[in-house]
């Protein structure tokens, strides 16, 4: 089973995405941005090597929480991959307001290699933000086969007792 939680840069997808392993028994986080921390070093070069090592990391069949934003290149490569596991999977597309997003951005401390300076995350956040807005995000998960959509606006906990009885229930 794949649990995949999208979202903006500072939606809260890590913090979601560690709730669910720490309450889900069995279940592995991928997250691209770990990736870029492992293998990562600022350049394009190394943001390759860490994309493929995320991707290659997903396995057919294994319980996995995966963190992504789910637009871009990778996010493509990542639906395209999945899409024909032949299993079930949970899609949780955060819906983070872009002015929270930019608040915790401006707070953030950057210690993710990215081969771009940290001013552009703002414009990728208002990409991204059009992107869950207007439906498309959506859309695009909920033809996967075997897939659920859900859609949150705020992580609480009620709200991840709520996921977890689902994952629990699709499992």
Not at 21 to 36: C, H, K, M, V
Not at 44 to 53: D, G, L, S, Y
Not at 112 to 124: G, N, R, S, V
Not at 133 to 158: A, F, P, Q
């Amino acid at each position: 089973m794949k649990v995949v939680v999208l979202g903006n840069i500072g939606s809260g997808k890590t913090t979601l995405s560690r709730a669910l392993a720490d309450r889900l028994s069995g279940f592995e986080t991928i997250a691209i941005d770990d990736y870029r921390k492992c293998y990562g070093d600022g350049t394009m070069e190394t943001e390759i090597v860490a994309k493929n090592k995320f991707l290659n990391a997903i396995i057919p069949e294994e319980k996995q929480i995966i963190e992504i934003m789910g637009i871009g290149d990778t996010g493509e490569k990542l639906f395209k991959k999945i899409s024909g596991f032949p299993e079930k999977k949970v899609i949780i597309i955060l819906r983070t307001s872009l002015e929270e997003c930019i608040l915790r951005l401006k707070e953030r401390q950057w210690d993710i290699p990215y081969p771009a300076p940290a001013e552009k995350a703002f414009i990728l956040a208002g990409k991204t933000e059009q992107s869950i807005r207007s439906g498309d995000l959506y859309r695009k998960w909920s033809h996967m086969n075997m897939s659920k959509v859900i859609e949150i606006d705020k992580i609480t906990e009620c709200i991840i007792k709520q996921i977890i009885l689902i994952i629990q229930d699709r499992d």
